[in-house]
């Protein structure tokens, strides 16, 4: 037989996205640590501290049972879909129905791709903020969606403009994809911003999805998007005909890589989401499920307050003396588990610092562009780290780049 060389192709969705920022990324981290370059890594919000002791504790006792190993339903066990809507009605005062309101996920990431599958034709379009977290985009592109950016500037708060927004016409979009307490920005939500946003679905007539991971690291006042209207009686229903919320155990419980994500939202829409979902996966293994619901049993607030506001705060002292020392100017008032800075003009571009970070000081930190047009002049520091090596690269950066003009405060 003649050889032919191989002609075949992939899909033509794979030209509309690029890998993943930083699985390409950490690849040259990697290599650069084989040399023995010791980076410290500022870049990624993985949570560095375990789960609760009786997280852990109830994992193994699933795993040694022999019968908690066969597949489970795809909608989740009943003891985690109540976990889930006791810890929406004690942090958000939010009623859930466990059975008909509340889906767990694989991670709210697999999330964006199940919501998208049941709600968009190819062709679609989608609402997608700028800047962002980065999947919004890519999972929308590579489903055939076409993706329409709202911005969102410093100058205006990181809030979506909505003076804009209820004046452009928005009857083709499907979905407005929101993230508060936002990333990369820090920016908190607020009672009258998820007012605005329900205002506008009801008016435009889309769905918006809320992704909302971030609301317990240092963060007091944790709000979810169903508390909007709350304030009256005629209008409290509307939020549950027009909005969707992921949330995640990854941040808030320190379990990134557990993979256990929920998805709220009115009935119609959850089965709607469950038909896509129980096409594609066949549940999570028992044991996480059951370690998950134990987490948000036993978790007790004095948990929280010191693995989502003490270690945080402490870091992130330390991450405003980075931004400082680098000529960076950032709003003191974020929240969340980064910091979010401008950089100083002589830059041309952000990766002209950041990749002198890298390679000079041996820090590798975020650059803005990753999320967005309006990013590109901006970095984000992780507080993923511990105490001692965010000081290790305070240290390191003070005595590899020339020292930047003091800035009081934040500004």
């Keep these: 037989m003649e050889n032919k060389p191989c002609d075949i192709q992939p899909a033509d969705r794979l030209s509309l996205v690029q890998e993943y920022y930083f699985s390409r990324k950490l690849k040259e981290v990697a290599q650069l640590n084989a040399e023995g370059k010791d980076i410290i890594s500022l870049a990624i919000g ?44 004690k942090v958000y005062g939010v009623e859930v129905n466990p ?55 410093e100058e205006n708060g990181w809030m979506p403009d909505f003076a804009d927004l209820f004046k452009r016409d928005l009857s083709h979009v499907k979905l407005m994809w929101t993230n508060y307490t936002h990333m990369p920005t820090g920016t908190p939500a607020s009672q009258g911003l998820y007012d605005r946003l329900v205002e506008l679905a009801q008016k435009k007539g889309f769905v918006i999805v809320n992704d909302n991971p ?88 004095e948990w929280h307050r010191e693995y989502n506001i003490d270690n945080y705060r402490r870091r992130r002292h330390i991450a405003e003396e980075i931004m400082r020392t680098l000529g960076c100017t950032f709003d003191p008032n974020q929240v969340g588990m980064f910091l979010w800075g401008r950089i100083p003009d002589h830059y041309a571009d952000v990766e002209q610092l950041t990749e002198r970070v890298l390679h000079e000081a041996r820090v590798f930190i975020t650059p803005g562009f990753i999320f967005g047009e309006n990013g590109k002049r901006y970095i984000r520091i992780s507080l993923c780290a511990k105490d001692e090596k965010m000081k290790e690269a305070l240290e390191r950066i003070k005595g590899t780049l020339p020292p930047a003009p003091r800035c009081e405060g934040g500004e």
């Design 99 to 153: 059975k008909t309101e509340l889906l767990p996920l694989i991670g709210s990431k697999e999330g964006i791709l199940h919501i998208t599958l049941a709600f968009c034709n190819p062709g679609d379009t989608v609402l997608v903020p700028n800047p962002g977290y980065p999947t919004y985009t890519s999972l929308s592109k590579i489903l055939g969606c076409k993706v329409e950016y709202y911005d969102l500037k």
């Design 46 to 89: 993985s949570p560095d501290m375990p789960p609760s002791e009786q997280t852990i504790n109830k994992l193994c006792e699933v795993a040694h049972d022999p019968k908690a190993h066969g597949y489970q339903p795809t909608q989740g066990t009943p003891e985690l879909r109540e976990a889930m809507a006791a810890y929406y009605k």
């Design 214 to 301: 971030y609301s317990r690291i240092l963060n007091d006042q944790p709000l979810s998007i169903f508390n909007a209207w709350k304030w009256s009686e005629d209008l409290k229903d509307v939020v549950w005909d027009y909005c969707i919320e992921l949330n995640s155990m990854s941040k808030s419980h320190n379990m990134p890589g557990w993979r256990v994500g929920m998805c709220i939202g009115n009935a119609k829409f959850i089965s709607w989401i469950l038909k896509v979902q129980s096409n594609i996966e066949s549940g999570t293994f028992r044991g996480i499920q059951l370690a998950a619901a134990e987490a948000f049993n036993t978790n007790t607030e």
